[in-house]
């Protein structure tokens, strides 16, 4: 049965009216056979393509449109849930979910690391002889085999990352993340200097309509599972807590979104008030006269969702995303996980950032790394 979502904040482009673009049909005619076959390997949607390239081409998807409409305020204390203590009632139910076999865990592994070289960042070595995603797998290795795990690649870490883990002990679940194909400003399909197309993975909003398509996913729900834990995969400090587990499910919401103090420059996504309904609303999208760093916390991109999230199609918002390849400007559209807080009832809740208990450190660039020796050391010696 397909989910009903509540209405509001913006149509989903995953529900197609019938359309007559010849010059869109045009650019899709234009791919070599080649092409088409490896885009319909990683769930290309022509479309969506096809309608965000025509509204491209019109000027009718500006920069502008991503800036959200609505009246929006702070989160308010009351709005987040409190980090519980060790011990806790959520420790305890946390743990008793895992040990069910209920709880399931997602690493986004799809991202391009445009800031990191452009290289598979999963299998990188955080720390000497250890990988991001061997450190992750590590993590959740604790609870044996209790947790099923997914590993959401993109066309872009596939290959590399089913190399290194071809003789992981662990048995690792793998959901393909969906692929585009980048635009020019004025709507062309964008060639690179040696006239191959540009392609890319167009967010980690993908993450529901992935894990909808996934096999091991639908065999886990038909098994018992009811939770699933998302974190990036160069997160290193989001590991798979019991308290954060048993936070969602006392909560009683169908989403749970990790959030932690904001520092002054922090980018990314926000939860506030927006028409009164708390959800996540990513800095970009923030009109220019609202003042982003006055908000006290910020999403981590650490989630715990029930199964029934993960749909095929997903409410998400299509977002323009300006960017440069060979020097030269290009046009993306990409969907974003934390937007799903619009569309189901979301809790929030307070995690620290730093410390024994702290959950963010992200790692972006190798200069992160560098600076983040010491701290992961510590936590994986």
Known sequence: MRREYPKGFHESYSCHKKLSMTDSQSVLASFDDESREFLNKFRFDSQTFTKLRTELEKGEFTKARN?????????????????????????????????AGQVGAVILNGGMATRFGGVVKGVVEALPGQSFLNLKLKDVGRFGEKVSIFLMNSFAT???TLAHLQN???????????????LTPEGSAFRKSDGELSFYAPGHGDVFSSLAACDAFQHFKDQGGRYIFVSNVDNLAAT?????????????????????????????????????????????????????????????NNMVMNVGVFTDNPPLTWFRADKEVEGQPVVQFERL??????????????????????????????????????ELTRRFR
Not at 68 to 92: R, Y
Not at 168 to 182: F, L, N, Y
Not at 242 to 257: N, W, Y
């Open 158 to 160: 596939e290959q590399d």
């Open 240 to 300: 798979l807590c019991p308290r954060v587990i048993g936070s969602h499910i006392l909560g009683g919401k169908e989403v749970t979104a990790e959030v932690a103090p904001r520092h002054l420059g922090d980018k990314g996504g926000a939860p506030v008030r927006v028409n009164g309904r708390v959800a996540i609303v990513e800095g970009f999208r923030f009109p220019e006269d609202f003042d982003n760093d006055a908000l006290p916390v910020f999403s981590t």
């Open 337 to 374: 996980m934390g937007e799903i807080t619009s569309f189901v009832e979301s809790a929030y809740l307070h995690t620290p950032r730093g410390g024994t208990d702290g959950r963010f450190l992200p790692v972006k660039t190798p200069n992160d790394l560098q600076d983040l020796q010491e």
């Open 168 to 182: 992981h002990p662990m048995k690792v679940h793998m959901a393909i993340q969906s692929i585009s194909v980048r």
């Open 67 to 99: 800036f959200i409409q609505a009246e929006l305020e702070p989160n308010k204390p009351e709005d987040i849930m409190p980090w519980p203590e060790p011990g806790s009632e959520a420790e305890q139910v946390g743990q008793a979910a895992i040990d």
